[in-house]
């Protein structure tokens, strides 16, 4: 049969029960016929049902790689905060916070006249205790280079407030300073 021969088949000429007849006589082809039609649509199925679990496969995969970087970016996060708060200095407690201003007003010639208990106050990240100080310097120079050692010490330091009074009179003719320091220790919780 040629290809030319189907272009010149009429379909209103073809006698459709002779061939419901034909097809009636010969019943294994219509089985098979009807086999390949139940496999093909059997097979579409399958292929259908595979693409769309493969699919949800693919969506989970992206989601736990997502969980997964988002685990590894915590991890590193946490290993980085921990180096950091290594490198922090170390918090003193007050008998140690009151000798190492001690040792820093003697070394920068400024005389401790008093020491009192400010308290302690905590929190979820920190706990900072701090103390109030009466001190004196003989001269302004002096005095600036305590508060210079104090906010370079190698320790968690910080000065919370500074009242000063100097001296007094527009003849006097001493530089003695004298001042109440606010300092603290900051211990942050790790």
């Known amino acids: 049969m040629n290809f030319n021969d189907f272009k010149n088949l009429d379909l209103k000429s073809i006698d459709y029960e002779a061939l419901l007849e034909k097809l009636a006589a010969k019943k294994q082809v219509l089985v098979q016929v009807g086999i390949l039609i139940l496999s093909s649509v059997f097979l579409i199925v399958l292929v259908n049902a595979y693409c769309v679990q493969s699919d949800q496969y693919q969506q989970s995969i992206k989601k736990l790689n997502a969980k997964i970087g988002a685990v590894e970016s915590y991890e590193s996060s946490i290993k980085k905060l921990r180096g950091f708060l290594s490198h922090l200095p170390d918090a003193l407690d007050e008998d140690a916070l009151?000798?190492?201003?001690?040792?820093?007003?003697?070394?920068?010639?400024?005389?401790?006249?008093?020491?009192?208990?400010?308290?302690?106050?905590?929190?979820?990240?920190?706990?900072?205790?701090?103390?109030?100080?009466?001190?004196?310097?003989?001269?302004?120079?002096?005095?600036?280079?305590?508060?210079?050692?104090?906010?370079?010490?190698?320790?968690?330091?910080?000065?919370?407030?500074?009242?000063?009074?100097?001296?007094q009179g527009a003849g006097t003719e001493t530089q003695v300073i004298k001042a109440h320091l606010e300092v603290s220790t900051v211990k942050l919780n790790k």
């Open 98 to 167: 009151s000798a190492q201003i001690a040792d820093l007003a003697v070394a920068n010639n400024v005389a401790v006249t008093g020491f009192s208990p400010g308290g302690k106050k905590s929190d979820l990240v920190s706990e900072a205790i701090s103390i109030g100080l009466e001190v004196r310097a003989d001269t302004y120079k002096d005095f600036l280079f305590f508060l210079k050692a104090l906010e370079n010490a190698p320790f968690a330091l910080r000065i919370d407030s500074a009242k000063l009074t100097g001296p």
